[in-house]
Every structure is written in structure tokens, then in C-alpha cells.
């Protein structure tokens, strides 16, 4: 990212003032959520309690906003697709909407799936390891966005909830199968979203930017990447959204998505040939055209990260409540609408208030990003995620956003090493013919210029050179080497590895430590 980009992350993050004005207004949130459950729990015998659960709720709502919200908008407001308050706006209302639509499945999964309820001797124990495993996901997310590490709120609260439940009823309350799963997620969601973010890069490169006429490409190719986008998320709306008053299987959902995107594909493709009129022949001109699209992309992405990561952040909070209404430990339990707004406001609040740092790492701090780029890992967290919400698997989010960037910043370092030896093997092997600096430089532009069929017949002709004229195997190793330059900064790579391989060891102790003093705390009170 550019000094100006960078400035106008910085100035976004600095419009709400100082860090004490942040600070009150984030505090002012945590009490009047407090205050607000104690209004409504008029049915519920412990009011305290469920004060202190809310609270704890809205804290972590906060810290979701500051740390896993700004993974899903970070490329676009990094890419300058997104204002900071356009971000705040879209995470508000699709990051609320994903949760209220089709994010139940996944509050089950963390609430039955990770530890058996009733392995837990009674309803009070219960509400306990809950708040803990909330009170622990959400400091061990606000230390990490401190530290400038973006980190899972998923993987926070699983180990808040395995730490817990293991302190509350040992080691056998755990399903460690379930947990093996989940790990097993956690390695495959940061590769399956690298790989498919490089896909689209590297299509959209040879579809696009590597054509001679990048413009006539870019009015072909833009609007079925628009049509595939809507494609998948009709899909998924149709089978999540609908569900309630409408069941359906995925071989019809995908009919009526694929019916949606071709509409979609005649409306969207005169207003790209209309918008591209303008525009120079050149990569970086054709990537406004990937404005719109990467704003879409990023909107739908916030409610699949509603869907997933909201609702199980909130779990806790909703199993505390469904506990001291009922007295006991449910196999289900209901989402109050306020439970689900308190996860809508807080992540706004949190990703205005504390949320333009992770951005800045995100945006900026492990690969520059331009718009192409980050609709390449929008689409590709967005369609990681809505698998995932699909077979009820509670994925990051954040290693899914996080592993798409990787991916497009490695595929750039090999093709850019990749090209730049092939540039170096034309220079030496020129030389070797006897070719003068201006024949080489000609030779070189040549190369340059061509567009990736041309390129390949230079290669092709380079090769016959070369077989006419030999290298030796060891003056072969001699060649020129291009200077290696780095486009993924490896410090950002082991910073984020490590701190998502401490995540869930250290929410786990945190809540199993947080546990102890509750339940000592009750006794003493009792």
C-alpha cells in the first residue's frame, strides 16, 4: 500500500478522536447492553447474572468488530474500494443479517458439539463455564488486536469453551473427535481459501491483464466473474434465507442462483462495456472496473461471516440465558433478538472504533493489494465460508481471508520470479549470440510487450537459440539470477502463524483459570 493509502487508513481511524473517546464510547456499550438485559430478564429469577453474561456479550462483540470484522473488509478498505464508515455501514447490516438469517446451525455445533452439556452436574455450572469461555474468547481478542495479530473468533471461543468444560468436568467432557475436526478445518481453510483466491488471480491475469487488449478482455471476463459471485450467494440465500417458510435441496438452489446470475450477467455487461469506454489500455486502469463487484463481494462476505462467526460468538451468551430462564441445560437453545443485536451493534462499534489496525495489516502488512486482488479474496473467503456454514462446520473466517491473501501474494512472487528469470535467460542468451545491448534491449521490450501467446513463441524461439548454440550445464547455473523480491512479508507470516497456533491453548487456560475464580467467587458469596 501507498503512502496515500496508508494515510487514509490512518485518517479514518482517527475520526473518532482520542484513544479516551474510544475508550468511553466502547465502555458506554458494555453498560448499557448490561443495563438493557436487566430490563428485559423481568422472567428470570438471577437478573444479575444475566447482566453480567450480557456485558461480557457485548465486550466480546467489540473485540469481534476490532479483530475478525476488519479480516473480511480490510482488502476493499485497503484497496480504496471502501471507506472506512462504507465498511462500518456494510458490516452493520449484512454482519447482523447473516447472523439473524442462518446462523443458528453453528451456535448448536459450539454449544453441543466441543463438550458434552451433560457432563455438567447443574444449570449453575453450566452458566459458569459459559462465561468464562465468553469472558476468556473475548480477552485473548483484545490482547491480539493489541498486539496487532489477526486472530479467530472462532478459535477463541472453542477454547474458551474446551478449557472451561474441561475445568468444569474433566477431560472426558470434551468430544475429541469433534475437536479433531475442527482442527483439521483450521489447516484447510487458510489453504482451500489461498488456492482459490490465487485461482481467480491467476484467471483473471491470463483472462485479462495479459492480453494485448486488456480493456475488450476485461468487458468479457468482468461481468461473469459479477454473474459467478451472484451466483454463489443466491445459492446459498436460497437455502439458508428461505428455509424457514421454504425447504429446498441444493440441486434446486443452484438452478434458481444460476437463473438470478444470468439475469444479473445481461444487466451488469452494458454497464461494464459502458464504464470501461473510458479507461486506458492498462491493468491498473481496468481494475475500477472491479470496484463495484469487490464491494458486493465484501458485503457478502460480512453476512456468511455473520452467519459463522457471530453466532458462535454470541453461543455463550444465549445458552447463559436459555439456562436461567429454563433452570436447566437445554438441548437447544433460542436467540433472543436482542442477543443477535447486541453481536449487529457491538461489531460496528468495534470496527469504528478499534478496527482500522488490524486493517492496516491486513490491507497492507502481508502483500500490497490493489481492487482485483481483493476481490480475488473476497470471493474466495465468501465461498469458503458458505461451504463451511453449509456442512455446520464453525471454520475461521479470519484463516480463510487471511490464507486467500497469502495465496494471491505468493502466486505474485512466482510469477513475477518466474518472468523475471525468463527475462534473465533472454539477456544472457542473447548475449551469447553476439547480439550488441541495443539488440538486447529491443529483444527485451519485445518480450515485454507481447501478451502471453507472444510470449511463449519468444520462448519457444529462445529455446531453439539455445539448441543451436548449447550451454553448458554449469554456465546454465551461472545465469543471471533475477533479485528476489519478496511480495509476502514473511515477518507478518510467522506472526500470524504463531498467533493462531497459541490461540486455543491460551483461551482454553484463560477460561479454565476464569472458571476457578467464578466458582470460587459464587461459593464465597453463597
Not at 149 to 164: C, E, K, Q
Not at 330 to 336: D, G, L, N, T, V
Not at 367 to 378: G, M, P, Q, V
Request: hydrophobic share 50%.
Amino acid at each position: 500500500m501507498d503512502r496515500a493509502k496508508s494515510n487514509s487508513v490512518t485518517t479514518s481511524s482517527s475520526l473518532l478522536g482520542s484513544d479516551l473517546v474510544r475508550l468511553i464510547i466502547a465502555v458506554a456499550f458494555v453498560v448499557a447492553t448490561g443495563f438493557y438485559a436487566t430490563m428485559n430478564g423481568e422472567s428470570i429469577s438471577n437478573v444479575s447474572i444475566l447482566a453480567i453474561a450480557a456485558a461480557i456479550g457485548a465486550y466480546m462483540a467489540l473485540n469481534i468488530g476490532a479483530n475478525d470484522v476488519a479480516n473480511n473488509v480490510g482488502p476493499a478498505v485497503g484497496a480504496q474500494a471502501l471507506s472506512m464508515t462504507g465498511a462500518i455501514l456494510i458490516a452493520a447490516i449484512f454482519e447482523a443479517s447473516g447472523a439473524l438469517i442462518a446462523g443458528g446451525s453453528v451456535v448448536s455445533t459450539i454449544k453441543k458439539g466441543i463438550i458434552n452439556p451433560n457432563a455438567i452436574a447443574d444449570s449453575a455450572t453450566f452458566i459458569w463455564v459459559m462465561m468464562a469461555a465468553l469472558l476468556a474468547g473475548a480477552t485473548w481478542l483484545n490482547l491480539a488486536t493489541y498486539l496487532g495479530a489477526p486472530v479467530s473468533t472462532t478459535h477463541s471461543i472453542v477454547g474458551g469453551v474446551l478449557g472451561a468444560g474441561i475445568a468444569a468436568g474433566g477431560w472426558d467432557i470434551a468430544n475429541w473427535e469433534k475437536m479433531s475436526m475442527i482442527a483439521a478445518s483450521w489447516v484447510i481453510s487458510p489453504v482451500l481459501g489461498g488456492f482459490i483466491a490465487a485461482g481467480f488471480l491467476y484467471y483473471i491475469k491470463h483472462s485479462i491483464t495479459y492480453k494485448n487488449d486488456i480493456v475488450a478482455s476485461a468487458r468479457k471476463i468482468v461481468p461473469l466473474l459479477v454473474a459467478l459471485m451472484v451466483w454463489a450467494f443466491s445459492t446459498y440465500l436460497i437455502m439458508k434465507g428461505l428455509k424457514k417458510i421454504w425447504k429446498t435441496d441444493i440441486v434446486t438452489a443452484a438452478m434458481l442462483g444460476f437463473a438470478i446470475a444470468t439475469g444479473v450477467y445481461f444487466f451488469v455487461r452494458p454497464i461494464v462495456f459502458k464504464a470501461s469506454e473510458s479507461l486506458k489500455n492498462h491493468k491498473d486502469s481496468v481494475n475500477s472496473l472491479f470496484t463495484i463487484p469487490l464491494i458486493i463481494s465484501a458485503a457478502l462476505l460480512s453476512f456468511a461471516h455473520g452467519a459463522n462467526d457471530v453466532a458462535n460468538a454470541i453461543g455463550p451468551l444465549a445458552a447463559i440465558n436459555d439456562a436461567l430462564m429454563s433452570g436447566g441445560i437445554s438441548s437447544k437453545a433460542s436467540i433472543p433478538l436482542w442477543i443477535m443485536l447486541v453481536g449487529g451493534i457491538g461489531i460496528a462499534f468495534g470496527l469504528a472504533l478499534y478496527g482500522p489496525k488490524l486493517i492496516r495489516t491486513v490491507g497492507s502488512e502481508i502483500t500490497e493489494l490493489d481492487k482485483t486482488r481483493a476481490f480475488c479474496i473476497a470471493m474466495a473467503a465468501a465461498i469458503t465460508v458458505i461451504i463451511a456454514s453449509q456442512l455446520g462446520l464453525p471454520v475461521s473466517s479470519t484463516h480463510i481471508a487471511v490464507g486467500g491473501i497469502f495465496g494471491v501474494g505468493f502466486l505474485r512472487e512466482y510469477l513475477k520470479k518466474s518472468y523475471e528469470k525468463k527475462l534473465a535467460e533472454i539477456v544472457e542468451h542473447s548475449e551469447d549470440a553476439g547480439h550488441d545491448k541495443d539488440e538486447t534491449n529491443s529483444f527485451v521490450k519485445r518480450f515485454e510487450a507481447a501478451d502471453v501467446e507472444g510470449k511463449r513463441a519468444i520462448l519457444r524461439e529462445l529455446k531453439q537459440l539455445r539448441d543451436e548454440s548449447p550451454i553448458s550445464k554449469k554456465e546454465r547455473k551461472g545465469l543471471k539470477k533475477a533479485t528476489k523480491q519478496e511480495l509476502v512479508k514473511r515477518s507478518a507470516l510467522f506472526k500470524i502463524a504463531a498467533a493462531w497456533i497459541i490461540t486455543v491453548p491460551a483461551s482454553g487456560c484463560l477460561a479454565a483459570i476464569l472458571f476457578y475464580m467464578l466458582v470460587g467467587f459464587n461459593h464465597i458469596n453463597g
